[in-house]
């Protein structure tokens, strides 16, 4: 291949921090004017290479190459200059000030006076960039009123504006529904068409094989393998990236549906969904499939009974229930494992013991007040050791596990109180392979031992792999429920996109 | 509780404010030959005890992400009321004292009801509740200060058992307290909680707003302790008793490492802020160095002790 085909190298790059080598000779390249996905495991050192990349982290051996020139990236600023603007994961907009606001924030474009900002040309000007993407988004909108899809097309502009001719998007999907994938993949197209050089993570293999056109991928701080995707299979880039081919994604054995654990029966709440009934039956797992927004997380929240009911019937054993609390349903048995584990899920300030005990302190309490340490840590390493938590020690804080340790963590603290059923909302979103197979196995094994699952996920795949029966949403409500045999990929998703089946 | 293996660093972070307070006595000692003797050791104890009871309670306030203002204006409060009861031949002690820990409570309670149930937030609460119970410790002896008190009631404050001054054994009593409550109990491991992330600590059932009434309650309580001995070691009631005791109390919690947010902080580390701030004003005062200079040195050790916290914690990234 000839070099200058290639916008971007970065040869022999090493970096350790204190205790680890997070990059570990790595040499990757990025041709111009293509995607190149970047992929591995979390923890593999892509956001380590990323990060060295926008010249957060300094302190690495190696020569970056942008074009023939070699540059050295020692600081936020040398990224900006160099064409390279990384579009973060979690986007962090103005949100009370404008889309053309946004895109010029610390770069305002100012009246001849010199002080006081030309809002009428830079809206113009914003319009110009947002025309020339062919996006439809009004430049004098409240940067609020954006969908995240939206909020990452004008995270895109801002980059372009920029001059960006390297462009980095972390997991810009892990937020979005499916159409508004298709409109940033059409954005993403344009810049490249433009001759921009893309550089994209994500942990959605589909995704991978619609956008990308090379694909490398990193274990462990090293460099594996760097390839054109057409000449990549599905299973080939698995089994690269965790270093082992993995025979069957979805560990689950044959269902044995044993009688009726919960029953929700005509449940409606105002603009969620409407008129939903079905039944989870012990042993079983309920796949709950359906677009971002069509009224899954809502359902899970009121049966975990955060939010009142407008109509309708929750029973839980035959039994109707009365929706009271969180902590109702916990003494029911029920147990929620969050769409946003650090939102709900983990409190990422304390240590790994104190999350994984805190629902059940009362196990671990002389007259339901004073702890008894020793025993919290034994019952609390049992359970760790079962869900192959992998951390230091369990006083080292939540936040410095990884996001598939973080959910092993949130999984290990509802699993100690031995429930009756597990609601899992999107129980495998933004985490690796490995952590992920891992917890599908922890699902099943708890669904084996006569336990019912709710699992909701956007995932196809997963919810074709693990469930016994699926519901199907959308717009609040309840399309379709297929069985097993019934599953299809087409199937599921012209149910969740609003065709009924006749 | 929150032990574990220990590391360098982590034996740092845990125990080097307590480095940083044998540092600063170790100085002294050498500037000043008055300041190492149990006498002045004792001296400092009861300085430090009078807001260092309501840090204790503070810390509690601040590990759930809120704060609490009107910690002073309570202690004011409770003094009116306290020694309005403790003229000498009027009531048993116990009335008095019974008295003026109900109106700590109830003052607590108020600003846990609109907290937890009102979500008023916790500054602007306590903000109000200061300014509106410091209204009422003056109203309530029309500005006066009130005199004539009981010897029972004095001995509180001015008293010693064994030798150790009254006010020095109601603290640590405070403190044991304050480290079961926090570090030993199901309720401490939900203070963390809702501190740490409101949210999850709902989901993970635990009453939130039932953690947050109680801790402004504690608040309450602490503030009111601190009310009657204070005036019981001036002898009197003073309506502008316990003003500016907030900022002592939110000072010993920063410096002992609380942050602000929530989540973090423990009894014993606030108690060393509290020392290291009656230790250094102790020494500045054998040193005789103007008040106003302390003032400055007090400022610039509340900055200081949040930059090396956080440049510590940002070094750990």
């Known amino acids: ?502 | 509780m929150r032990a574990g293996k220990i590391t360098v660093s982590g034996f740092f972070e845990r125990f080097g404010i307590v480095m940083i307070l044998l540092l600063i006595c170790a100085v002294l000692s050498v500037l000043t030959p008055s300041f190492l003797n149990i006498r002045n050791f004792s001296n400092i104890f009861r300085q430090v005890s009078i807001t260092g009871i309501i840090s204790v309670g503070m810390a509690f306030v601040i590990i759930t992400g809120g704060i609490d203002l009107s910690v002073g204006s309570i202690a004011g409060v409770t003094a009116m009321v306290a020694t309005s009861l403790a003229h000498p031949g009027e009531y048993p002690l116990f009335v008095s004292l019974l008295a003026g820990v109900a109106v700590g409570v109830a003052a607590g309670a108020v600003n846990g009801v609109l907290i937890a149930y009102g979500e008023v937030p916790p500054f602007i609460t306590t903000l109000g509740m200061m300014t509106l119970l410091r209204g009422v410790a003056q109203l309530y002896n029309n500005g006066r200060p009130i005199i004539d008190l009981s010897d029972a009631y004095t001995a509180i404050g001015g008293g010693f058992l064994f030798g150790v001054p009254n006010p020095v054994i109601i603290f640590v009593v405070i403190i044991l307290l304050g480290v079961v409550l926090l570090h030993y109990t199901k309720f401490g491991r939900h203070v963390y909680a809702v501190g740490g992330n409101e949210q999850s600590a709902r989901v993970s059932g635990i009453n939130v707003r039932r953690v947050k009434m109680i801790v402004y309650m504690i608040t309450g309580f602490v503030s009111a302790v601190s009310g009657i001995i204070i005036s019981s070691r001036v002898m009197s009631g003073s309506p502008i008793a316990g003003e500016g005791y907030e900022m002592d109390a939110i000072t010993a919690c920063v410096i002992g490492g609380a942050s602000l947010s929530g989540g973090e902080g423990s009894v014993l580390s606030t108690v060393i802020g509290a020392l290291i701030v009656g230790v250094l004003k102790n020494g500045l005062d054998l040193l005789k160095v103007s008040s106003y200079w302390q003032q400055i040195v007090k400022g610039i050790i509340i900055i200081a002790a949040v930059l090396i916290d956080i440049t510590t914690k940002k070094k750990r990234r």
């Not at chain 1, 694909?215 to 299973?235: M, N, S, W, Y």
């Not at chain 1, 082992?244 to 044995?256: E, F, L, M, N, S």
């Not at chain 1, 996920?457 to 609040?476: F, K, N, T, W």
């Open chain 1, 1 to 502: 291949m000839n070099r200058s085909e290639y916008a971007l190298r970065m040869e022999h790059i090493t970096i350790g921090f204190p205790g680890v080598k997070a990059l570990d000779d790595v040499s990757v390249s990025f041709r111009r004017g293509k995607v190149t996905a970047l992929m591995g495991e979390n923890g593999a050192g892509k956001s380590t290479l990323m990060k060295i990349l926008i010249g957060l982290y300094t302190q690495y051996t190696g020569s970056i190459y942008i074009g023939e020139e070699e540059i050295r990236l020692s600081s936020l600023q040398d990224a900006i200059v160099h064409g390279i603007s990384m579009i973060h994961q979690e986007l962090n907009p103005v949100p009370l000030m404008t889309v053309a606001e946004n895109i010029f924030l610390g770069r305002e474009i100012l009246l001849k006076t010199g002080l006081l900002v030309d809002f009428k040309e830079q809206n113009r000007q914003a319009e110009k960039l947002l025309e020339d993407m062919k996006i439809s988004i009004d430049p004098t909108e409240k940067m609020k009123a954006l969908s995240v899809a939206q909020m990452q097309m004008v995270e895109a502009i801002k980059a372009v504006s920029f001059g960006a001719s390297i462009i980095i998007m972390d997991e810009p999907t892990s937020a979005i529904t499916d159409s508004e994938v298709d409109e940033l993949f059409r954005v993403i197209g344009q810049l490249r068409d433009q001759g921009r050089t893309i550089i994209y993570i994500s942990h959605k293999m589909d995704e991978i094989f619609r956008i990308a056109d090379d694909i490398i991928v990193l274990r462990d701080g090293r460099f594996i393998c760097q390839k054109p995707a057409k000449e990549l299979t599905e299973e080939e880039l698995i089994s690269a990236m965790v270093g082992r081919t993995v025979g069957d994604i979805y560990p689950r054995g044959d269902a044995r549906p044993g009688e009726v654990f919960l029953e929700v029966k005509n449940a409606s709440r105002s603009n969620k969904f409407r008129n939903i009934s079905f039944q989870v039956r012990r042993g079983e797992i309920l796949g709950i499939a359906g677009l971002m927004g069509a009224g899954r997380t809502e359902l899970a929240e009121t049966i975990f009974e955060m939010e009142p009911l407008d109509e309708g019937e929750i029973c839980v054993e035959g039994e109707p229930v009365e929706i009271g609390s969180e902590r109702d349903a916990i003494k029911r048995g029920i147990a929620l494992v969050s769409e946003d584990r650090k939102i709900l899920g983990l409190n990422l300030n304390a240590s790994v013991k104190d999350n994984i005990s805190i629902v059940h302190l009362d196990d671990f309490c002389v007259g339901k007040m004073f702890l008894r340490p020793g025993k919290e840590q034994r019952e609390v390493e049992k359970i760790a050791g079962e869900f192959r938590v992998k951390c230091p020690s369990l006083w080292v804080k939540a936040e410095t596990l990884s996001g598939g340790n973080q959910q092993k963590v949130v999984l290990a603290k509802w699993m100690m109180g031995d429930p009756e059923m597990i609601i899992f909302d999107e129980p495998t979103r933004g985490i690796d392979v490995a952590a992920k197979a891992e917890i599908h196995r922890m699902m099943w094994e708890f669904a084996a031992k006569n336990k019912a699952v709710i699992m909701i996920s956007s995932e196809l795949p997963e919810i074709i792999g693990m469930s016994d029966r699926a519901l199907v949403l959308h717009d609040g409500e309840l399309m379709g429920e297929l069985k097993r045999e019934e599953f299809s990929q087409e199937r599921i998703m012209s149910l969740a996109i609003g065709r009924r089946e006749q």
